[in-house]
C-alpha cells in the first residue's frame, strides 16, 4: 500500500525532472510530422511502344526509393504506346502533340511535391530520388538535371555525351554571360530535369508554343524567376555529376557529328535571336525528320 500511495503521489505531484520528462513526450507528441517528399515522374510520349515497356519497369523497379507516382503523357500516339503504358499500371493522359504540350498536361495532373521529367528512351539513375531531393535542400536551387551519356546499340556516343554535358555550361557563358555568373545553366530534357511542383507553376510551365528548345527556355525563366525564399535573387539550375543519365542517341547517331551539331546550333541561336514559334515549327519540320516529338 506505501508503495501504490508513493506511485499516485509521483503522478499527482511529479517531480521537476518528471514535469520536464513529461512537457517533452508532451510537445513531441503534439508536434506536427513532416510529411515525406512526394515525387511525380512525368515521361512524355509518341509512338514509343517499342521501348517504353522497359522504361517503365525500369522506373518502377529500380528506384531507390521509388516514386510516388508515373504518368505517361501520350501525344497522339498511331502505335499501342498508351496500351503499353496501360500495361505496366503507370497512370495514362492524353495531350495534344508536342513535348512542353504534354509535359504540362502532366505536370497539372500530378500530385507530387517535386516534378521529374523523363523521356520515354532515357534511364536515370537509381539514386534519382535521393540526389533530387539533396539539390532541392538547397533553397537557391530552382532547377536540376543530370549530366547525359548518350548511347547507341549498347556503346557510348563520348562525343555527343561530352558535348551535351558541356554545353549546359558554354552555352550560357557565351550568350548570357552575367546570367551564367548568377547561376543559368542550359539543360535538356535527355538530361532528365527536375523542379519543384510550386516553382513550376509559378513560371507557368513549360512554353507550349515552342516545338523545340522548350528546357532551355524553362531554365531561363526559373533562373530569372528565382527561389520563392530569396525576393530579387537569381536561381541556381543545376547540373547533377556525380551520376549519369543514360539515354539514347539513335537520331543522334543516324544524323553522325557534323549534322547533328549543325542542327542544333542552328535552332539553338534561332530560339535565342527571337524567332517566332511559327519560324521554330517551320524550322523543326524542316530538320527533324523522325516521330518522336
Request: hydrophobic share 40%.
Amino acid at each position: 500500500m506505501v508503495a501504490r500511495d508513493a506511485a499516485r503521489r509521483a503522478e499527482l505531484f511529479p517531480t521537476g525532472q518528471q514535469q520536464q520528462q513529461q512537457q517533452r513526450q508532451q510537445q513531441s507528441s503534439a508536434a506536427p510530422r513532416v510529411r515525406p517528399l512526394r515525387y511525380s515522374i512525368i515521361v512524355p510520349v509518341l509512338n514509343e511502344e517499342e521501348g517504353l515497356g522497359d522504361t517503365l519497369h525500369y522506373l518502377q523497379r529500380s528506384l531507390d526509393p521509388p516514386a510516388h507516382e508515373i504518368i505517361v503523357v501520350d501525344g497522339g500516339s498511331t502505335d499501342a504506346t498508351p496500351a503499353v503504358a496501360a500495361r505496366c499500371g503507370v497512370r495514362v493522359v492524353r495531350a495534344g502533340r508536342g513535348r512542353a504540350r504534354q509535359m504540362n498536361a502532366g505536370a497539372a495532373m500530378a500530385s507530387g511535391d517535386v516534378l521529374v521529367f523523363a523521356h520515354a528512351d532515357t534511364r536515370p539513375p537509381p539514386s534519382l530520388l535521393t540526389v533530387v531531393a539533396a539539390a532541392l535542400a538547397r533553397p537557391a536551387v530552382v532547377l536540376g538535371g543530370f549530366r547525359p551519356v548518350i548511347e547507341y546499340e549498347g556503346r557510348p556516343l563520348r562525343f555527343f555525351s561530352a558535348n551535351n554535358t558541356l554545353k549546359t555550361y558554354y552555352g550560357p557563358a557565351l550568350v548570357r554571360p552575367l546570367s551564367f555568373l548568377r547561376g543559368l545553366r542550359c539543360l535538356f530534357g535527355d538530361q532528365t530535369l527536375f523542379c519543384r511542383a510550386t516553382d513550376f507553376k509559378r513560371v507557368g510551365g513549360y512554353d507550349s508554343r515552342l516545338p523545340i528548345m522548350e528546357d532551355a527556355d524553362l531554365c531561363i525563366r526559373l533562373h530569372m524567376a528565382g527561389p520563392t525564399t530569396r525576393p530579387g535573387r537569381r536561381g541556381q539550375v543545376v547540373q547533377i555529376t556525380s551520376v549519369p543519365n543514360h539515354t539514347s542517341g539513335r537520331r543522334l547517331a543516324s544524323w553522325g557529328r557534323v549534322h547533328a551539331t549543325a542542327i542544333h546550333v542552328v535552332i539553338g541561336l534561332s530560339w535565342y535571336v527571337g524567332a517566332s514559334p511559327q519560324q521554330l515549327v517551320w524550322l523543326y519540320h524542316r530538320l527533324y525528320t523522325d516521330f518522336h516529338r
